[in-house]
């Protein structure tokens, strides 16, 4: 089974960050407390497109990624509702990159924006990452898991808003263990 993994981070220290903006724009979705400075958020919406929603309600630093292991995987960042960064890199018989709207510098200046980086994050970093030649190069260098340890992005494997939705049916209490807030309800009380 092939891993599809779509997820939302928000750049802030609070899990109510997240939850705000998901009421903003009308969502459902999950929102995992916040770590290394990015809260996780999981809209419901449609798969593998930006959440148009959630980016006009947008008021900080969102970032988009996409892994989906067979096709291909994306990142996107967006500063409120204006997209920054995106790079995708898609595959059937060829790889396919679109690097149309790739600023590395916004790339460098987020990461290294982070006070839980590991280390300063050089342009040199970040080109290693997205310089992608051939499937090899691509199946060994693991560009997403090398994405999330530059970012310090948590919950980036197997994650999507089906996939926690079964998760919840099939063991309630799991979800709520992680602190993660589910957010069903459109009005509250």
């Known amino acids: 089974m092939s891993e599809f993994s779509e997820i939302y981070y928000l750049y802030s220290t609070e899990q109510n960050d997240g939850v705000g903006l998901l009421r903003r724009a009308w969502l459902r979705g999950f929102v995992y407390p916040s770590s290394n400075n990015w809260v996780t958020i999981i809209p419901n919406g449609s798969k593998f497109q930006p959440n148009k929603r959630l980016i006009n309600s947008n008021r900080g630093v969102l970032l988009h990624l996409i892994n989906a292991e067979d096709h291909g995987w994306s990142v996107s960042i967006y500063d409120g509702k204006k997209r920054t960064f995106h790079y995708e890199c898609t595959w059937e018989e060829d790889i396919e990159i679109n690097q149309d709207e790739y600023n590395r510098d916004r790339f460098v200046e987020l990461a290294n924006a982070n006070p839980n980086k590991l280390k300063v994050i050089t342009p040199l970093d970040v080109t290693k990452i997205f310089y992608i030649s051939d499937f090899e190069e691509l199946y060994e260098n693991h560009p997403v898991k090398q994405i999330a340890e530059l970012l310090r992005l948590e919950h980036f494997e197997w ?31």
């Open 159 to 189: 994650i999507s808003y089906d996939y926690l939705q079964n998760e919840v049916k099939e063991n309630p209490n799991e979800i709520s263990n992680k602190g993660v807030r589910v957010i069903n309800s459109l009005f509250s009380f």
